[in-house]
């Protein structure tokens, strides 16, 4: 009987997970989505003037929720002083640019609450906080579109992403910053100082922690549980007791609701372990 039930509910889990496919189909949608904005971007610098941040206006309806604004940078500024800060980032000394461009400009980005998880989704985890772009293009021709990135590294100290208004994890969740590259592979780090993630490329960058509702959840005292949408089933609750097999279900309390969850001491998974690709 208990054996049943625990392999009835980690089937019903792994039917819930996320399709792992809707990712390279959204990180076109993303690439589609940095085009646009590298041109609302460089539409901003009218005249511009080296060192100056130029916000974005007159975004489209569709990306209402969007921040995006342009920096245009000579090459040799860039690595001899670096920049700080544009927006959350800190950009130190070091930083260099290939190929050889005399001046470049960095686009920033601020996808906002709702559009993040739209254009980055990350089935496993919630977002704590927006996705921030920068990226690096040719400064040489302002009217220029659908311009390819330049390549940038940070030789020196890592740019450093200062975010605003983290949500702070439940205790017992721990934060992690996610950066995705230019291809739209996502790596994961540790947060400092609880907020500021540290790169030495560009791309986007956010900061996560492992979704509730994901099938395993270990919780401070290492007990394995099981949640998601079958929790609302009460019933469960009266499945305290396993005389056949000897273990223990303990209810353990989530937010409001109690799912039934199976002392199992020899594994005691991690976050780190379980979730970081
Ligand atoms: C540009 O936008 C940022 C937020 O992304 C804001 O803090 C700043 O004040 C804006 N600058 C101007 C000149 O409007
Ligand atoms: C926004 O809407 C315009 C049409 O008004 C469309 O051409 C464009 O593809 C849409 N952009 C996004 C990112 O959905
Ligand atoms: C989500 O978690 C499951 C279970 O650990 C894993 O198999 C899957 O690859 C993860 N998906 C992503 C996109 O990381
Ligand atoms: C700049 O780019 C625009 C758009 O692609 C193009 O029409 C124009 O000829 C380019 N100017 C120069 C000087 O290359
Ligand atoms: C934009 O550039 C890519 C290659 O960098 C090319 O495959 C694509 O067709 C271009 N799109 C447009 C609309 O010119
Ligand atoms: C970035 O610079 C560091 C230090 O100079 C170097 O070791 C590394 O290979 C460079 N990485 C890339 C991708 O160019
Ligand atoms: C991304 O993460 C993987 C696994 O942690 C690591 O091997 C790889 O070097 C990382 N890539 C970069 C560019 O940091």
Redesign the pocket.
């Known amino acids: 009987m208990m054996k049943f039930v625990l392999v009835l509910l980690i089937l019903m889990c792994f039917e819930s997970l996320p399709n792992v496919m809707t990712q390279s189909s959204s990180n076109k949608e993303a690439k589609a989505l940095d085009v646009i904005l590298q041109q609302y971007a460089y539409k901003a610098l009218v005249n511009p003037k080296t060192g100056t941040i130029y916000n974005a206006t007159k975004l489209p309806s569709n990306l209402t929720g969007i921040e995006v604004a342009a920096l245009r940078l000579r090459s040799g500024s860039l690595r001899r002083k670096g920049f700080h800060m544009y927006n959350e980032f800190d950009i130190p000394n070091g930083v260099i640019v290939h190929p050889y461009v005399e001046r470049l400009v960095f686009v920033y980005q601020n996808l906002g609450n709702k559009l993040s998880k739209k254009y980055y989704p990350l089935p496993n985890y919630t977002y704590l906080a927006p996705v921030l772009g920068l990226l690096a293009y040719d400064a040489s021709n302002l009217s220029a579109t659908n311009l390819s990135e330049l390549g940038i590294n940070a030789s020196g100290d890592n740019i450093l992403v200062k975010f605003r208004d983290v949500k702070s994890p439940p205790s017992g969740t721990v934060a992690r910053c996610v950066w995705f ?1 230019l291809q739209g ?1 996502s ?2 780090s540790n947060v400092k100082g609880g907020n500021t993630c540290s790169t030495s ?1 560009q791309g986007h960058f956010s900061i996560v922690m492992v979704k509730s509702t994901s099938p395993f959840v270990p919780n401070p005292r290492g007990e394995v549980l099981c949640i998601n949408k079958y929790k609302q089933k009460k019933k469960m609750q009266g499945m305290e007791r396993a005389a056949d097999s000897g273990e223990t279900l303990q209810m353990a309390s989530i937010g409001d609701t109690k799912a039934p969850a199976a002392t199992v001491t020899r594994t005691q998974p991690t976050l780190e372990h379980e979730y ?2």
Request: hydrophobic content about 30%; aromatic content about 14%.
């Open positions: 590259d592979s790596n994961f490329q970081a690709p």
